[in-house]
């Protein structure tokens, strides 16, 4: 197989439609309810009409939950919050139906796809279907060495676009993307540095488990740390993930570009996602055009992705759970553009006048 340039995906990214949207916007003119009166949902369904290439937009009938799982090296410095290694525990309330991303997706009767990128874990003890992706048990440490070595990185590129094209092949009509990653927001937060240029105390968050000041000195070190790994590779994003990011990052980041080239759009969840956004977006510049930003995580380094992309998060209801619960509370709100952008009546067209006789 040739060696994987995610500069490539540049060329096979095209924008949503721009003759559906304008089609869409004149639609939502014509319609008796006020201008202005249905606030972000008109933008939000001329979005989606773009995205499908219809006026008017058809509902979103096979959502799904797609979530990428992987453990971090630097979960063993005690950033955490959660002891290293626990990612296993996180898919394992998934598949069990106790998570909170669990609980929603049974309600609103949403399927959920967990895939094992890099959980370390034996694994014996998960269904085949969650771990025969799995590219590796771990990633790196990346404060020291390298998260995957550059066979890895683009095993698990290639692994999130064939996930991708799965789930466009079997009629997923948008995906509520998100991540089960014990120690994930440290080599996420190191990502958006590195590629806005700031420093480690900028993008520092407390994380999942909400971790105390000492920890939080810890895992700020550990960007920086890392931070002087990623800037010789910034050039290059496969490299880049490989340094900094891990088998369930670079995998979100080959999903999120294959998904784009599908036209298969993605509600963004937190800041994992957000990160793999941003890489993907240095990699293909029109990518972020399939995507919405489901909520805001309270992750500093998320906000500064989000901005970077122009994204403006649906939600913002401090929900810092991760496993894509924000991105999938934000789904009814598309669902409900939708409904609005199809299904309101027109005005009914001006009487024809008589032509004048002479
Ligand atoms: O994505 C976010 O912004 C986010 C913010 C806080 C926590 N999380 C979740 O918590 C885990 C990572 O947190 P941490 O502190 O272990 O790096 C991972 O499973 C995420 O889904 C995610
Ligand atoms: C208006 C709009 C613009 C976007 N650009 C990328 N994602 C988007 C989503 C919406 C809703």
């Known amino acids: 197989m040739s ?77 955490s919050g959660r002891p290293a290694g626990g990612t296993y525990e996180l898919v394992r309330a998934v598949l069990d139906g106790s998570s909170p991303v669990a609980v929603l997706a049974r309600r609103t009767g949403v399927p959920v796809r967990v895939v094992d990128a890099g959980v370390d874990c034996d694994p014996e003890l998960l269904p085949a279907d969650v771990v025969r992706h799995r590219v590796r048990r771990g990633s790196g440490r990346i404060d020291v060495e390298d998260a995957l070595t550059p066979e890895e990185a683009e095993q698990a590129v290639r692994l999130g676009m064939a996930v991708a094209d799965e789930e ?122 399939w995507w919405l930003a489901g909520q805001v995580s309270g992750e500093p380094a998320q906000a500064k992705a989000l901005d970077r992309m122009a994204l403006s998060p649906l939600l913002d209801h401090g929900v810092t759970v991760g496993e894509g619960t924000g991105a999938l509370l934000a789904l009814p709100l598309v669902q409900a553009a939708a409904a609005f952008a199809a299904e309101l009546p027109e005005k009914p067209l001006p009487e024809q006048r008589p032509a004048d006789e002479d």
């Open 3 to 79: 060696r994987l340039n995610l500069d490539d995906f540049s060329d096979l990214i095209e924008r949503p439609d721009s003759g559906t949207r304008r089609d869409a916007e004149e639609r939502r003119e014509r319609l008796t309810v006020p201008p202005g009166a249905l606030g972000r949902l008109d933008e939000l369904g001329e979005w989606l009409s773009a995205a499908q290439g219809a006026v008017p937009v058809r509902p979103v009938e096979r959502p799904r939950v797609v979530l990428f799982a992987g453990d971090h090296g630097v979960a063993g410095l005690d950033v």
């Open 168 to 289: 466009a092949d079997s009629g997923t009509d948008l995906v509520v993307l998100g991540d089960l990653s014990v120690g994930g927001t440290t080599p996420a937060s190191t990502l958006i540095a590195a590629l806005c240029g700031t420093d480690a105390s900028v993008v520092t968050g407390r994380g999942g488990a909400g971790i105390d000041d000492l920890a939080w000195m810890r895992k700020c070190a550990a960007i920086r740390d890392a931070l002087r790994r990623a800037r010789p590779v910034l050039g290059d994003q496969l490299e880049l993930l490989a340094a900094v990011g891990g088998a369930d990052l670079a995998a979100t980041t080959g999903f999120l570009l294959q998904s784009a080239v599908r036209r298969m759009p993605v509600i963004l969840d937190g800041v994992v996602s957000a990160a793999c956004a941003l890489v993907a977006q240095r990699a293909a510049f029109r990518a972020p055009d």
